[in-house]
Every structure is written in structure tokens, then in C-alpha cells.
């Protein structure tokens, strides 16, 4: 039987925690005056919470203390906690399940690798934790993506070898270290964001099960 190794991204493709990373990081930049638009948002996708308070300042083209860093930190996981705390199956994107439970009849691994810290947290809301073998999430790694580290542990995880695994991405610098890797990787969303992907959907409704067998099968 041949088998590939599939690796999910989470916010944006199972799930869509983008809207309440917008709100959590919206209501912390009005408390320091920075005026954050949906379109800055979009640039945070993939993107780590230091990295992006980092992005943040900038823009607000603001300073502040270390010690004062770290409490904004704190108090925008504290705020996303909050919006995600009454997520449920509702929240999971079209076709998803459909999608996973194709790759679980296959007998393919899957595996989850994702920046959020809160990544467990989420699939176990939404109940598809069971549905991965493997989950690697920003408690594990050190190296923000486009650094593949990643999609590598999570292959390691699976225990198959990068050339051998399939990365799902809406993020560009997902795509990145999905292709750094040396994986094929698959955006979901725009083609003229995710054009660095070797195929791109808008979601997972335009992926055929047929689609799938010939990426096991290749």
C-alpha cells in the first residue's frame, strides 16, 4: 500500500481562527492607538505572536519597554482565549471532514503543523483531534515558518520522509516552508497569494477524492 504523509495547517485551512486573531489583535492595538485593518491581518497568517506585535508596532510606528511587550503578549492570548472558548463542529471549514476521513479510510497519516499554541486546545473543540497521528504546534517548535521546522517534525511525527509528505497552507510563508522542506505543498485561498504553491484551491470543496488518490499514488 503507499502512503503519504498529509500535514494540515490549522488556522485558515481546518478552522477559521483568522477573524478572532483580527478581533483579539484590534481590540489590543486601539489600547496602544494603532489603527490594524483586516488587510494588515492577512500578513499575521502563518505568523507568530511575537513576530506579529513586532509587525504591529511597526506599523503604529510605536516603541515600547520589553517588560511592557510582554504583557501585550499576554493580554492578546488572554483576549483570544476568550473568542475561542465556545468554538464547536461549527467552525470547522467546508468539506474538511470529508477530506480527513477520505485519508483515514486510505490509511494515510495525517498530521497537523501549526504556529498556534492553542492548536490541541482547538481540534479537541472541534472535535477532530482523534483524526491526526501526529501534532505539532507552536508549543513544540522554535522557528517560525517560513523556517520549515515545523512540517519536518511533524513528518518525523509521521514518521515518513519529507519527499513522501503533502502540506496544506493558506499562508504564503506556510507555502514556503512547505516547499523549503521539499514537500508538495497546497494553498488554500487565493492563487495570486499562494502562487508559490505547486496546486492551489480556493477551499477544500474544489479537492476531489480522485485528486487525492493521485497524490498517494505519485
Given at each position: 500500500?503507499q502512503?503519504?504523509?498529509?500535514?494540515?495547517?490549522l488556522?485558515?485551512?481546518?478552522?477559521?481562527?483568522?477573524?478572532?486573531?483580527?478581533?483579539?489583535?484590534?481590540?489590543?492595538?486601539?489600547?496602544?492607538?494603532?489603527?490594524?485593518?483586516?488587510?494588515?491581518?492577512e500578513?499575521?497568517?502563518?505568523?507568530?505572536?511575537?513576530?506579529?506585535?513586532?509587525?504591529i508596532?511597526?506599523?503604529?510606528?510605536?516603541?515600547?519597554?520589553?517588560?511592557?511587550f510582554n504583557?501585550?503578549?499576554?493580554?492578546?492570548?488572554?483576549?483570544?482565549?476568550?473568542?475561542?472558548?465556545?468554538?464547536?463542529?461549527?467552525?470547522?471549514?467546508?468539506?474538511?471532514?470529508?477530506?480527513?476521513?477520505?485519508?483515514k479510510?486510505?490509511?494515510?497519516?495525517?498530521g497537523?503543523?501549526?504556529a498556534s499554541?492553542?492548536?490541541?486546545?482547538?481540534?479537541?473543540?472541534?472535535?477532530?483531534?482523534?483524526?491526526?497521528?501526529?501534532?505539532?504546534?507552536?508549543?513544540?517548535v522554535?522557528k517560525?515558518?517560513?523556517?520549515?521546522?515545523?512540517?519536518?517534525?511533524?513528518?518525523?511525527?509521521?514518521?515518513?520522509?519529507?519527499?513522501?509528505?503533502?502540506?496544506?497552507?493558506?499562508?504564503?510563508?506556510?507555502?514556503?516552508?512547505?516547499?523549503?522542506a521539499?514537500?508538495?505543498?497546497?494553498?488554500?485561498?487565493?492563487?495570486?497569494?499562494?502562487?508559490?504553491?505547486?496546486?492551489?484551491?480556493?477551499?477544500f470543496?474544489?479537492?476531489?477524492?480522485?485528486?487525492?488518490?493521485?497524490?498517494?499514488?505519485?
Amino acid at each position: 500500500m503507499q502512503r503519504k504523509g498529509f500535514i494540515f495547517d490549522l488556522d485558515g485551512v481546518i478552522v477559521d481562527t483568522a477573524k478572532y486573531h483580527f478581533l483579539a489583535w484590534n481590540k489590543l492595538a486601539k489600547t496602544i492607538n494603532i489603527s490594524f485593518t483586516e488587510e494588515e491581518n492577512e500578513q499575521l497568517k502563518g505568523v507568530s505572536r511575537v513576530r506579529s506585535l513586532e509587525k504591529i508596532l511597526a506599523w503604529g510606528n510605536t516603541e515600547v519597554s520589553q517588560d511592557q511587550f510582554n504583557e501585550l503578549l499576554i493580554r492578546k492570548n488572554d483576549d483570544y482565549l476568550t473568542y475561542i472558548a465556545s468554538m464547536d463542529s461549527e467552525e470547522i471549514l467546508p468539506d474538511v471532514p470529508r477530506i480527513l476521513n477520505y485519508l483515514k479510510e486510505e490509511r494515510q497519516p495525517i498530521g497537523l503543523g501549526s504556529a498556534s499554541k492553542n492548536a490541541r486546545n482547538i481540534l479537541k473543540k472541534v472535535g477532530l483531534f482523534n483524526d491526526f497521528h501526529c501534532v505539532v504546534d507552536g508549543t513544540n517548535v522554535t522557528k517560525a515558518k517560513p523556517d520549515p521546522e515545523v512540517f519536518l517534525m511533524a513528518a518525523d511525527g509521521l514518521n515518513m520522509a519529507a519527499a513522501d509528505c503533502i502540506v496544506f497552507e493558506d499562508s504564503l510563508a506556510g507555502v514556503e516552508a512547505a516547499n523549503i522542506a521539499g514537500m508538495v505543498s497546497i494553498g488554500i485561498g487565493e492563487a495570486s497569494v499562494l502562487h508559490e504553491a505547486n496546486f492551489v484551491f480556493t477551499d477544500f470543496r474544489q479537492i476531489t477524492n480522485q485528486f487525492l488518490q493521485q497524490l498517494i499514488k505519485k
